[in-house]
């Protein structure tokens, strides 16, 4: 089973320029997030998507990003413009729908690394 | 708000010694508590989950076991091998007002298994 695919891998951009992710979650997966690590810290959920609709963006800084999941399969996470505190890793998630009994097995991609400078 | 404490921040333990780490939790909408293990460059994996309703699992050498009264939970790994060296959190998923089921992760420990 192929797992989740993220793109690019690394990304650098200077500040006030703008930088997207890509995601393509697990086949089946209606349910997709977008978590931020930060060096050092556990990784913290910017915004939740159940098949196409947002279901907790409350923590993404809707000011500079933006995300979409267009006909609920791949995501696109966006930047615009960065700052430099945004530097980290940028991580997607999929698992079966909330609240069904497998919703609980988060699966993640390898990430995206952003710097920032 | 609702929190996950992890403690420690780093932990070296030498080969075929057991490894633990602790977690804290001060809201009691949590419905599941899984454990995460994060190698370098890598997205983290879940390695071991346990429900509020149980003390302890045990899945080979990893082992939760849950306090609910202390709202405490930990992570012991036996015979711990220089291959379990990597990052491992843990995370509750909130049942709160939003009920969507999203994870909040602890801060991390960055286990050294010393050869």
């Known amino acids: 089973e192929a797992g989740v695919a993220q793109s690019p891998r690394y990304k650098i951009i200077e500040k006030r320029q703008s930088v997207a992710f890509w995601c393509n979650p697990i086949s089946g997966h209606a349910t997709l997030y977008w978590y931020q690590q930060i060096l050092g810290q556990g990784p913290k959920l910017l915004i939740q998507?159940?098949?196409?609709?947002?279901?907790?963006d409350s923590q993404l800084p809707k000011d500079r990003f933006s995300a979409e999941r267009l006909k609920g399969v791949d995501s696109t996470l966006k930047i615009q413009p960065a700052k430099l505190e945004d530097s980290a890793v940028y991580l997607c998630?999929?698992?079966?729908?909330?609240?069904?009994?497998?919703?609980?097995?988060?699966?993640f991609g390898p990430g995206t690394r952003l710097t920032v400078t | 708000q609702q929190q996950v404490k992890q403690s420690p921040q780093s932990l070296i333990v030498q080969k075929g010694g057991i490894s633990i780490i602790n977690c804290a939790y001060e809201n009691t909408a949590f419905d599941y508590f899984p454990w995460y293990q994060q190698f370098p460059g890598k997205g983290p994996a879940l390695l071991i989950a346990i429900r509020p309703d149980v003390s302890e699992k045990k899945e080979g050498r990893f082992t939760i076991s849950f306090n609910k009264s202390a709202k405490q939970f930990s992570l012991h790994i036996m015979d711990s091998q220089p291959g379990d060296s990597a990052t491992y959190f843990c995370?509750?998923?909130?049942?709160?007002?939003?009920?969507?089921?999203?994870?909040?992760f602890g801060q991390g420990t960055t286990l050294q298994v010393k050869p």
């Open positions: 998630a999929s698992s079966f729908p909330f609240p069904s009994g497998r919703a609980y097995e988060q699966y």
């Open positions: 998507f159940q098949n196409n609709g947002v279901v907790d």
């Open positions: 995370a509750a998923r909130s049942t709160g007002s939003s009920n969507t089921g999203k994870l909040i």
